[in-house]
């Protein structure tokens, strides 16, 4: 393994200014730095290190331990370099004698209250009181118990007299992967203010006074689990003793190495240092020098990593005749040659597009594109999808319409020049919950945030922030909504028209205007149809149109509905209208789910598109992979999920290799995934657990983690990030090696030998990724696709100059309204979504700590609903649509308006997706889980439908093991 | 496809492109079902007009009955 050079790590005390350029003399040394950077920072940029405890790059200068004092000529005293700014012709002497004394008595006075077990202390090693206890030299403490009385102290269980000590306070042992151990604090304050400045959360405050100031989460009977603290990990990174401390350092010790790479779960794809012993995983830690993070990270990708290791791990491959049969493991050779024999088996009885793949967008690129590739080159039919399909094939669809691209237009980065927000279907703070961090820092600081949804999401008011508007949709009204938005700006004369001649089709635009001036959009006709009042409708339009830079932030709440696609251009359709394209701070912005879902649409997953977003119908593109590969590439476009599960029930479709996806799960209307599963003669599934789907495969491929390979991830921004492995792969193979594997065992003669060269074969075939390779990647960390000769760095934000399209094109938008409409049988409204602790199906999540958070779904209602009911919190309900039937608990509240409800979809034991139906959207067949018509009543326990599949499931995965 | 998804799919194709200004909704509805159905799909299609197409907006038969 080659390790990445990890690039300077040092904390340089405080934040990073931009400014005019001021020159000062530090120990002798010109220095140049932007205005209002303070001392300690100019210091360091010098390489000076100016001692210091309370200040942290990553916070605002807080001033209180006054160690990193300094000697300024001409002012009095000695000031506190990490509050002092630096001005033109400073002279600063960072060391002499009444410096050393201060700093010397400072330390004393720390120490004298802290306790002297160093040796056996977590922190050994990796502590900022014992680095600068050395750095001051301190060598003796002084402090004595005055006569007659004891030296009052935090860290001693019991006094000298054997008195239990009424300071001293009990570790705080609730939060599973982290410690507070109130002995070693020495309230200096980074906690507090990581938990403010960086995660946004303010789950900490300091009790008391001088003395007795203690660090304390929530209320004073609250414990870190009961408080409000999510467990982003800030604080603890934060705090330089080993007050807060990781539960797996205390257990395993320091580690001895780390190696730079991507969190596996979200879109925000954060960076991360894998800190290791030997080949064992201690710790993660987010990566400072991350451009999609910043430094910070949730709880997910820094602590729920024990998946990795769970014992549910399928370690070896397994194949069975029949669905009914147990399980057997069997040698990598046999499993192979069983499925590629069937597999082709197929192929000659039922026809060459009888088969085909799910690529997962939880591998890497490498390994999806090596997945679609097997399809078109080895498969020779284009049946491939992925779960993009479930989640943002309408953004593809929508802006490609528009803009001439799918592409994201920012960078996060982005987020910290927007006067106006508006998030529409989505929840950050639990979906994105590191971009929702640094969303809520510029909200803090004065942004406007306008929400449109049909829940208060968190966003809506929380510590500090509070939207400006929040517009409670009904769900399946987005584009009468976004439609009425723009007539507010349109009928109002708000629009940026200097930006609409120049970069739009102005005849596109002249039709368009006379579409959304009709009286007929306007906020006043729809507010019945929306639920949303017309007046806030018309606030929330004109914030938008005249607060400045304006950025839109979308979900799943956007696409997943029957005009998903629709509801994207008409977004796109705003954005150009305010002119909010092309620079900083503006844009639109849809928020990817999964880790890789982004990198999985880039690399061909789609049955119509070659890697690149290129139809396969083009003569000139599939002769370039016809030249790569040596085959014809299938002019015809291939199945998507629905289609391949509907051609399946029909006796058409037989055989299909699943990577790393449960579409029994996450897919909608389970049943009828189920059926299409069960009529299939070869299901190969090849992921890390026997998941849903797995119930219904004849051959199982055990997979590797995001520890265990090489390769890239490509997150919400175009940025592709490495993954770097850090260990061997348990199960023996990394996964691109297992489709490989497979590959081969039908016929093909690849011999791949890394992932840099399927990096190498993308670029050579994908104009976008043509400047990618991995050491370009090494070089700069990573790079925003396009990455071409036009761009040699990456391309931060899109359409700067013109559209990629050339002229951006208005797209009318007239809602319709959706079939899925309730009635006296199903009266209410469901609409899914996820939290903070769990990650989609909840596969990874499931088998970590984070379950104390979120044990089981529940279903969000409404009091007045709940009342008519007769129902309680905590009861257990049945929740029935014309699909199927469940039961899970309710939790009532008024999150939700009247006649919505709301569950997550992260335990397969509730499976909401019994409930939701084939509806889908127009143009992509992107399934419509927002909406479903449902009815809600009192429950006693599980439904037929659950007790069957618990039964089918538990026999599904018995397992004969070899030596049997 | 069960019948009853292959209409509602197809109509909301043509029910998307009756909106738009200044285009023939049968030629973009046939374009769009080219571009994303599977040949298979589009047969099943082109059978069930040619049994009536009971159920599917004009945009969709005619937009079928263009197809090569
Ligand atoms: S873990 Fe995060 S949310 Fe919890 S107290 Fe620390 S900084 Fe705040
Ligand atoms: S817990 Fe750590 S970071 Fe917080 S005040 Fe105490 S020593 Fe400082
Ligand atoms: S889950 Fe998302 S936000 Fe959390 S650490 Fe991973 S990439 Fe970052
Ligand atoms: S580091 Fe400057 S006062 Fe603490």
Redo the contacts with the bound molecule.
Sequence with gaps: MKDFIIPDDTDMGTPAKEGAPVSLIIDGFDVTVPEGTSVMRAAAEAGIKVPKLCASDNLEAFGSCRLCAVEIEGRRGVPASCTTPVAEGMVVRTQSEKVRKIRKGVMELYISDHPLDCLTCSANGDCELQDMAGAVGLRDVRYKAPENKELANHFATRNTSGEANPEWIAKDDSNPYFTYDPSKCIVCNR?VR??EE??G?F??TISGRGFDSRVS?GAADDS?LT??????????QACPTATLQEKSIIEMGTPDKSVVTTCAYCGVGCSFKAEMQGDQLVRMVPYKHGKANRGHSCVKGRFAYGYASHKDRILNPMIRDKIEDPWREVSWDEALSFAAKRMRGLQDTYGKKSIGVITSSRCTNEETFLVQKLTRAVFGNNNTDTCARVCHSPTGYGLGQTFGTSAGTQDFDSVEHTDVVVVIGANPTDGHPVFASRLKKRLRAGAKLIVIDPRRIDLVKSAHIEAAHHLPLRPGTNVAVVTALAHVIVTEGLMDEAFIRERCDWDEFQTYAEFVSDPRHSPEANEMLTGVPASDLRAAARTFAAGGNGAIYYGLGVTEHSQGSTTVMAIANLAMLTGNIGRKGVGVNPLRGQNNVQGSCDMGSFPHELPGYRHVKNPEVRDLFKEAWGVDIDPEPGLRIPNMLDAAVHGTFKGLYCQGEDILQSDPDTKHVAAGLAAMDCVIVHDLFLNETANYAHVFLPGSTFLEKDGTFTNAERRINRVRKVMAPRNGYADWEVTQLLANAMGADWTYTHPAEIMEEIAATTPSFAGVDYALLEEKGSVQWPCNEDHPDGTPLMHVDGFVRGKGRFIVTEYVATDEKTGPRFPLLLTTGRILSQYNVGAQTRRTDNVVWHEEDLLEIHPHDAENRGLKDGDWVKLASRSGETTLRATVTDRVSPGVVYTTFHHPDTQANVITTDYSDWATNCPEYKVTAVQISPSNGPTDWQEDYAAQASKARRIVSAAE | MAPDKMIRMGNQIAAFFRTQPGIDPAVKTLEHITDFWEPRMRQQLRDYVADGGAGLDPEVIAATKMMA
């Design positions: 906690c990581a938990c960086v995660q959360t789950a900490l989460a870190f408080s409000d603290c999510v467990s982003c990990g800030a604080c603890v």
